[in-house]
C-alpha cells in the first residue's frame, strides 16, 4: 500500500510560477511509476505529466515547455514544476502513483488547488 499527500498549491498570477510536491510513503518499491493529473470545474480529468520508473517523462501538449516533472528518490517525492503559469492551469491536482509501467495509477493523492489570475 503507498500513501500520497500533494502540497504546493496556491494563487498566483499569471505568468508566475509554483512548485507542487507529493510525498509518497508506505510500501514502497522505488523507482514508483509517477504522474500528475488535474481536473478543472466542469472538465474531465487528464493527465498533466508521468515520470516512469527509468525516468522518462511525457507532458500533455498543453504545458509542454512550462512545467517540469522530476522526483527525489532517495526523498520518496514527486515535484511538479509550474512555470509562466496561465489561467487555464487552475485546477485541482492530483498525484498517482503505481509500482508498474503501462498501467492505471492505482494509488492517488487528495489534490491540491492550483488558482492562477489573470
Known amino acids: 500500500q503507498v500513501q500520497l499527500m500533494e502540497s504546493g498549491g496556491g494563487l498566483v498570477q499569471a505568468g508566475g510560477s509554483l512548485r507542487l510536491s507529493c510525498a509518497a510513503s508506505?510500501?514502497?518499491?522505488?523507482?514508483?511509476?509517477m504522474g500528475w493529473y488535474r481536473q478543472a470545474p466542469g472538465k474531465q480529468r487528464e493527465l498533466v505529466a508521468k515520470i516512469t520508473r527509468g525516468g522518462t517523462t511525457n507532458y500533455a501538449d498543453s504545458v509542454k515547455g512550462r512545467f517540469t516533472i522530476s522526483r527525489d528518490n532517495a526523498k520518496n517525492t514527486l515535484y511538479l514544476q509550474m512555470d509562466n503559469l496561465k489561467p487555464e492551469d487552475t485546477a485541482v491536482y492530483y498525484c498517482?502513483?503505481?509500482?508498474?509501467?503501462?498501467?492505471?495509477?492505482?494509488?492517488w493523492g487528495q489534490g491540491t488547488q492550483v488558482t492562477v489570475s489573470s
Open positions: 508506505g510500501s514502497i518499491s522505488s523507482p514508483l511509476a
Open positions: 498517482a502513483a503505481g509500482l508498474w509501467d503501462g498501467v492505471e495509477y492505482p494509488y
